[in-house]
């Protein structure tokens, strides 16, 4: 079974641009979490989705980042325009079980984002 | 606020010696208790969790936790480290219908 997948590995952009994260969760997983890591910091929750709704987006910074799930497969996380404070890692994770119980869930390598 | 506490930035073992990786919480209930550890270009991994029972709990590759409750700590152990633990050890909580709660890591090196 394939695990959780990001793409790129890692992004370099300037200030002001736009990139785009991708996630592709275990098939199968409706729950699929974006995180991010700030350098040295702990990994912080951004946002949730059951299939192709957002559950809880109570951890998502600001206006400039925009989460999307069409068709409940892959996710796409986008950051427009970028500033520096958003260089950090960002993480994937998908589960099948219940959210909010003991099952644990499933990350991605995670993307790398340099804003520069 | 919600928060969890990895003391240590930095552990340094030798091969063959115990290791100790300590996490402390602070939420509200009983939370379930979870450790990950990330090794270089991989995503975190799941080694153990504590949900109810024995505060003694056995996870993947040899390592245990110890949930302490009066403490509310859940330090991550295993009796002889080898070189190849050496990783970036994560410990999360997760309040009862809410989400993770992230420490902020630590890396431990297993030194031969």
């Known amino acids: 079974e394939a695990g959780v997948t990001q793409f790129p590995s890692h992004s370099v952009i300037e200030k002001g641009q736009t990139v785009t994260l991708r996630c592709d969760p275990i098939s199968g997983h409706d729950n699929l979490y974006w995180y991010r890591r700030v350098m040295g910091k702990e990994i912080k929750f951004l946002l949730h989705?059951?299939?192709?709704?957002?559950?809880?987006e109570s951890g998502m910074p600001n206006n400039r980042f925009l989460a999307e799930r069409t068709g409940g497969t892959y996710s796409t996380l986008k950051v427009q325009p970028a500033e520096l404070e958003d260089s950090g890692v960002y993480f994937c994770?998908?589960?099948?079980?219940?959210?909010?119980?003991?099952?644990?869930?499933?990350f991605g390598p995670g993307t790398r984002l340099t804003v520069t | 606020a919600q928060s969890v506490a990895q003391p240590e930035d930095q552990v340094n073992v030798a091969e063959g010696n115990p290791l100790t990786v300590k996490c402390t919480y602070s939420v509200s209930g009983n939370p379930y208790l979870f450790w990950y550890v990330q090794y270089p270009n991989r995503g975190l991994q799941f080694l153990l969790k504590?949900?109810?029972?024995?505060?003694l709990v056995k996870g993947s590759y040899g390592f245990e936790a110890e949930f302490n409750k009066s403490q509310t700590s859940f330090h991550l152990k295993k009796p002889s480290a080898l070189v190849s633990d050496s990783a970036l050890y994560f410990c999360a909580v997760r309040p009862r219908g809410q989400n993770f709660v992230f420490g902020p890591g630590t890396r431990l090196s297993v030194l031969p």
């Open positions: 994770a998908s589960s099948q079980v219940k959210a909010g119980g003991a099952g644990e869930q499933y």
């Open positions: 504590y949900i109810t029972g024995d505060n």
């Open positions: 989705f059951v299939k192709e709704s957002k559950q809880d």
